[in-house]
């Protein structure tokens, strides 16, 4: 009898122990999926509002770079001048571009942004008219500026507004989600000991908080990495280690004339077909991202020499394949920007000069084919 209770106790604390790994080993799993979770909303819904707020910062920027050179009037038009006015033009067109529009079509403020189209088209009159501002374009397009950015005080919070609201419903359905995975979990915790199967719980979890860890690096559109995917390339060891690598930004011509002319579908097709032409063209050490829009992100780990080799065969893959609408066929291009990476800082500016570059590769070359079928 009291061997048989030594031995009834230590399989009770046997079995206590048991319970107790099991409980922190779900709780733990719990964690990782809640942070998975955070992770994609994250990555999925801040978007909006990094597009809204560049547009903000665009026209104070521009408005701040003219109040400077007001001293030396006229100004004339150099070439930095020319660039930030392009991205500057570039920028507000994306007030027409989802989900911006999106959202303010759904608050009933399409005005807004038809309103700063107008706005941009009065500064591009007055800007391009002959190579030169007086004191009267000065203050023409400063007045422009300060017009929009007043109309854009209000987009920018719908767009934050949308933000917090689509983060508080997917928190919400998360937390019930994850609560109702625990309760089934513990309800099962006896028959997970009896049956000594806590491999498979573990391999369940597993499996989605790879899930959601996947859905926070891929960019659902193209496959590609996302934004969030592409930062986690920076960190990475390969990349660290390497002192070759190359950074790219490229950007599709004329997709917002394909988005209005044939509807968003269309232009969705030319954002895919861009990132196969990409993807075609890279090797299996090189990154490819979708950062937002019709935006993609390069990391080649070889030299800029071969980088640009590189893109120019993307290039012609992607003008090699238009796209067929009816009877219709509309030629496919883009621009692109490329910076080595050891001739900055760090690979994060390493992008930002290759934007820039970007940027002056859309306002300085004639496009080889055109959109214009209609």
């Known amino acids: 009898m009291p061997k ?15 319970i107790l790994i099991l409980i922190s080993f779900l709780a733990l799993k719990a964690n990782s999926l809640s942070d998975a979770v955070a992770q994609v909303l ?31 009037l006229p100004i004339v038009i150099d070439q930095e001048l020319s660039t930030k006015f392009a991205v500057l ?24 942004a038809d309103q700063i189209i107008d706005l941009r088209m009065d500064m591009a009159s007055v800007f391009d008219a002959d190579g030169q501002l007086s004191k009267d374009d000065v203050q023409s397009i400063i007045a422009s500026l300060q017009k929009t950015h007043e109309l854009w005080n209000e ?15 997917l928190r919400q359905t998360s937390a019930e989600t994850i609560e109702s995975a625990r309760n089934y979990l513990l309800g099962s915790l006896i028959v997970l000991i009896l049956t000594s199967s806590a491999a498979l719980a573990s391999v369940f979890w597993k499996a989605r908080a790879n899930k959601f860890q996947k859905l926070a690096m891929t960019d659902t559109l193209t496959g590609c990495l996302s934004r969030f995917g592409m930062e986690e390339a920076f960190r990475s060891d390969t990349v660290r280690r390497s002192d070759i690598e190359t950074a790219v930004v490229v950007d599709l011509n004329k997709l917002k004339f ?24 890279i090797r299996e050490t090189d990154y490819l991202a979708r950062v937002g829009g019709d935006e993609f992100w390069l990391l080649l780990m070889t030299n ?6 590189i893109l120019m065969r993307a290039q012609q ?19 692109y920007g490329i910076a080595f990476c050891a001739d900055h800082p760090s690979v994060l500016h390493a992008f930002e000069a290759a934007d820039a570059e970007m940027y002056r590769e859309k306002q300085e070359k004639v496009l080889e084919r055109d959109f214009a079928v209609i």
């Open 89 to 112: 033009y570039s920028r507000l067109g994306q007030v027409l571009e989802r989900p911006l529009i999106d959202i303010l079509t759904r608050e009933k403020r399409r005005y807004i």
């Open 42 to 72: 994250t990555a999925d819904k801040d978007q909006a509002v990094w597009v809204a707020s560049q547009i903000q910062y665009q026209t104070i920027d521009f408005e701040l770079t003219l109040r400077e050179a007001e001293f030396r």
């Open 258 to 281: 394909l988005n209005d002319t044939y509807g968003h579908a269309t232009g969705d097709l030319a954002i895919q077909q861009a990132a196969v032409a990409l993807q075609g063209a």
């Open 155 to 169: 987009g920018l919070q719908l767009a934050l507004q949308d933000t917090v609201d689509t983060k508080t419903m």
């Open 4 to 18: 048989f209770a030594a031995v009834s106790k230590a399989v009770l604390a046997v079995l206590c122990c048991a």
């Open 317 to 335: 893959n992607f003008s090699n394949q238009p796209l067929i609408i009816g009877d219709k066929e509309i030629p496919l291009s883009f621009s």
């Open 304 to 309: 800029a020499a071969t980088a640009v080799k």
